[in-house]
């Protein structure tokens, strides 16, 4: 079992930056890909990033490579989603999840209660 909170989100203007967190429990947490998600009102919920238990692998969605950076912290047990050069098109809830495999589908195990971001014009 894997519990999430999610932390950070806020109101930043566009160019800005912020810093999601995402505390997770749990003494086998490296054993899990953790992944970042979105959902803008109206809109299904959809992949940002993920990274495995190692952090040796990611992935990111075309829409912000170059823009966004998935880190962890397995002492920590800590995930961040370092997100730069932000444009009001990644308003959205920001959900973190965990899964035993990596992937960059929904199909995650775990999720948090999502952080909410908002980027004004």
């Known amino acids: 079992q894997v519990h999430l909170v999610e932390s950070g989100g806020g109101l930043v203007q566009a160019g800005g930056s912020l810093r999601l967190s995402c505390a997770a429990s749990?003494?086998?947490?490296?054993?899990?890909?953790v992944g970042w998600f979105r959902q803008a009102p109206g809109k299904e919920r959809e992949f940002v990033t993920a990274?495995?238990?190692?952090?040796?692998?990611?992935y990111y969605a075309d829409s912000v490579k170059g823009r966004f950076t998935i880190s962890r912290d397995n002492a920590q047990n800590m995930v961040y989603l370092q997100m730069n050069s932000l444009k009001p098109e990644d308003t959205a809830v920001y959900f973190c999840?965990?899964?035993?495999?990596?992937?960059?589908?929904?199909?995650?195990?775990?999720w948090g209660q999502g952080t909410q971001v908002t980027v004004s014009s």
């Open positions: 990274t495995s238990g190692s952090g040796g692998r990611t």
């Open positions: 999840a965990a899964n035993i495999l990596l992937t960059t589908t929904r199909t995650y195990s775990y």
């Open positions: 749990g003494r086998t947490f490296s054993s899990y890909a």
